[in-house]
């Protein structure tokens, strides 16, 4: 069983940075990939950004250039830096976690934490 707790949403204008961090925790043998995705009402949830333990990074087309994904590996924790954020960035975001642990590789997921980018 894992469990991944995000922190560091909030409220930001338009241009404007945020940091959110992600840390997976739990009866863990390695964790195979962290990665963001986010809903906004009335949406799917999309990918964002995604990590693999082969350092392997994929990121939504919308926040090519604007995001960046990295994973600190002895703390199974995954960060996104997001700068130069727009109104369109604004959704609930969620942590990714393809965990490998005594049951086998599931996915699991963090509670989300709310980013909100007014214009």
């Known amino acids: 069983q894992a469990h991944l707790v995000e922190s560091g949403g909030g409220l930001v204008q338009a241009g404007e940075s945020l940091r959110l961090s992600c840390a997976a925790s739990?009866?863990?043998?390695?964790?195979?990939?962290m990665g963001w995705y986010r809903q906004s009402p009335g949406k799917q949830r999309e990918l964002v950004a995604l990590i693999t333990s082969q350092d392997i990074i994929h990121y939504a087309d919308s926040v090519k250039g604007r995001f960046t994904i990295s994973r600190a590996n002895a703390k199974n924790t995954v960060y996104l830096q997001m700068n130069s954020l727009k109104p369109e960035d604004t959704a609930v975001y969620y942590c990714?976690?393809?965990?490998?642990?005594?049951?086998?590789?599931?996915?699991?997921w963090g509670q989300g934490t709310q980013v909100t980018v007014s214009s």
């Open positions: 739990g009866s863990i043998d390695s964790i195979d990939a």
């Open positions: 990714y976690g393809a965990v490998v642990t005594t049951r086998g590789e599931n996915a699991y």
